[in-house]
């Protein structure tokens, strides 16, 4: 009688910690000047299908590590993708010569430090835990909608 109810609260812990979506903040370094991008130049940079900030500075994006709820909000939200789509996308594009994989970091101290410390870093946080080390392009929702 009581396995059923286990399982039962169990499948809700799990469907109220998954659904649960913090607002993403995405985050340049403090020395980025040029403006704001839009989702889809943000799109075209974590993809590898744009090299650089419209002012010319190269543009070093920074993921989490696979699993991070930040990383499958960004991939669902921005890149319109899940974590499986985009291992394939990089797969194909190694196979083409192409090795600028975004890196990637497994805590949001590791991404702020990095975001911070390297000129045109562009990474995606919890907007809670946004600090003024680094400078804010924009906050999405879940469905990817700029909200400030």
Do not use: C
Request: aromatic share 10%.
């Amino acid at each position: 009688m009581f396995a059923p109810l286990k399982l039962f609260a169990a499948a809700v812990a799990i469907l109220f910690s998954t659904t649960t979506f913090a607002d993403l903040a995405i985050i340049v370094n403090p020395g980025y000047h040029d403006g704001k991008l839009g989702n889809h130049d943000i799109k075209r940079i974590f993809l590898g299908e744009r090299s650089a900030f419209p002012d010319g500075i190269n543009a070093n994006p920074i993921n989490h590590s696979a699993g991070s709820p930040d990383r499958k909000a960004f991939f669902s939200s921005v890149l319109g993708m899940s974590e499986s789509s985009y291992e394939r996308y990089w797969r194909r594009k190694f196979s083409t010569g192409n090795f600028n994989q975004p890196v990637e970091l497994s805590s949001h101290i590791a991404i702020l430090k990095a975001v911070a410390s390297t000129p045109g870093s562009i990474s995606y946080i919890d907007s809670r835990v946004v600090n003024d080390k680094v400078k804010v392009l924009m906050v999405l929702d879940k469905n990817g909608i700029t909200i400030n």
